[in-house]
């Protein structure tokens, strides 16, 4: 991570060796460059430093121009609100995201019996035969257990009764058991 300085100031951020290469096409530059090489071409590293803590839905992490800190430029970061409509986007996507693995997860059980999936599984429910019949119902009910969760936490989340997941695994424990009736 470089920076090109002038006068002082930080003209361009980040800046790369191709970026100094293509700038200065009538200069042929080694192909690896001491710090002290690029500091006559104005060019200096920026030493990295550890992003802030931030909530990753309401708050957007921006990394600022870097400053000068006992003769060392340094990576500075900021942490900003996000708007209303970066918010609503961002719990779109987590709400997408555990749907998507509610759906595997249902899926997935359905076919450790060989169905292709829950709905495959679900259409044995009318069925008359002894086992296909009993693992359809079964299916229809964990099916329908699964989504009367996961749409009654959604509800308490609208409520501010829990705070909003973040991700499948802040909800996997409260998702029914699926087991194999016997």
């Known amino acids: 991570m470089y920076a090109l300085i002038e006068n002082g100031q930080v003209a361009q951020y980040p800046y790369t060796l191709d970026q100094l290469r293509g700038d200065n096409p009538q200069t042929i530059f080694a192909e690896q460059m ?5 500091s006559e071409w104005s060019v200096f590293p ?3 430093t550890s992003q802030p803590e931030y909530d990753e839905i309401t708050q957007n992490l921006i990394e600022d121009t870097p ?4 003769g060392n430029w340094n990576q500075v970061w900021e942490v900003r609100s996000a708007t209303a409509q970066e918010i609503a986007e961002r719990k779109q ?3 997408d995201e555990i749907t998507v693995e509610v759906q595997e997860r249902l899926d997935a ?5 060989g169905y292709d999936d829950i709905v495959s599984a679900c259409s044995y429910a009318v069925s008359q035969h002894p ?3 009993v693992e359809g119902r079964y299916c229809v009910e964990a099916r329908e257990d699964t989504w009367d969760v996961l749409f009654q936490i959604e509800d308490d ?3 501010d009764i829990r705070p909003m997941p973040r991700s ?3 909800i996997e424990a409260d998702l029914p058991v699926l087991a194999w009736p016997v």
């Open 157 to 159: 989340v609208v409520a």
């Open 46 to 48: 920026v030493l990295p």
């Open 109 to 113: 059980f359905a076919r450790t019996r």
């Open 67 to 70: 400053i000068l800190i006992d």
């Open 131 to 133: 086992k296909y019949g």
């Open 34 to 38: 001491t710090n002290e090489i690029l």
């Open 93 to 95: 996507q987590i709400k």
């Open 168 to 170: 499948y695994a802040d």
